[in-house]
C-alpha cells in the first residue's frame, strides 16, 4: 500500500518573496495535564525579487483544535525589522502556545519593496502545530 504523506510545514511565495514556515512540539515546556501545548516554530523568509524589501508587520491566524480563532498582530517579527537584498535569507524562530494538543497558523506579513510608498503583503501559507509521530 502506498502512502502520501503530507508535510505540515508551509512554503508560499507571493510577491517575489518566499515564506517557509515548520513547527515543532515543545514537550519541555509543555503541560498536557493542564491544557498547556506549546509549540516552537521558524519562518524562514527569502526574497526571490528583483528589489530589496523591508518588513513592516505581521499578522497571524491561530486555530486550535476546536475551531477557537485567535489573531495576533505587531511591528516587526521578534522585535525586527528585517531588510532583505534580492536574493537574502532571514530566519526566526518564536513560539505558540495552544490550549489543545493541535492547531494550525496562517497569515501575512506588509513589506516595503524598493522605493514603494504602499506596503505589500505577503501571504504566510497554513502550517500545523501537531505533534511529531517520531
Known sequence: MNRTIKSPDSDTITNGVRIHAAARY????????????VYSYRITMTNEGDATVRLLRRHWIILDAFGEREEVEGDGVVGEHPVLEPGETYSYVSRC??????????GSYAFFRG????????EIGRFFLVPSSA
Open 26 to 37: 515543545a514537550p519541555e515546556q509543555s503541560d498536557p495535564d493542564n491544557c498547556s501545548y
Open 97 to 106: 502556545p495552544l490550549s489543545t494538543s493541535w492547531g494550525t497558523m496562517e
Open 115 to 122: 522605493d514603494d510608498s504602499e506596503p505589500i503583503e505577503v
